[in-house]
């Protein structure tokens, strides 16, 4: 079952390339703070460090590069979690 998403941008892919200059403009603006819990990149999969996830050119990789959702859920599962919430305006990870 497919249905196409009700997006402006295709986010992740090529199509955001445009933005990330001004992105990264308004992401160097803001104060970044180590992270209180762990949080697991999409990025790379693993347990971000608090240098990434504070880092403003982590964010621009994050909004241009692919999700790694196998690797998130691996590496959650490997730290011990057995439930998973997606927040989000629909499930649409909760099925993969």
Same mark, same amino acid.
């Given at each position: 079952?497919?249905?196409?998403?009700?997006?402006?941008?295709?986010?992740?892919?090529?199509?955001?390339?445009?933005?990330?200059?001004? =992105?990264?403009? #308004?992401?160097?603006? /803001?104060?970044?703070?180590?992270? +209180?819990?762990? *949080?697991?990149?999409?990025?790379? $999969?693993?347990?971000?460090?608090?240098?990434?996830?504070?880092?403003?050119?982590?964010?621009?990789?994050?909004?241009?590069?692919?999700?790694? =959702?196998?690797? #998130?859920?691996?590496? /959650?599962?490997?730290?011990?979690? +057995?439930?998973? *919430?997606?927040?989000?305006?629909? $499930?649409?990870?909760?099925?993969?």
């Amino acid at each position: 079952r497919t249905r196409r998403l009700r997006v402006s941008h295709a986010f992740h892919s090529a199509h955001m390339d445009g933005m990330l200059d001004e =992105f990264l403009a #308004v992401a160097k603006s /803001l104060t970044f703070h180590r992270p +209180t819990v762990p *949080v697991v990149s999409n990025v790379t $999969g693993k347990i971000a460090t608090a240098e990434e996830i504070t880092d403003p050119e982590y964010w621009v990789r994050q909004v241009r590069g692919a999700v790694r =959702f196998a690797d #998130v859920v691996t590496t /959650l599962a490997a730290e011990g979690a +057995t439930t998973f *919430v997606e927040l989000g305006p629909d $499930g649409t990870l909760t099925g993969l």
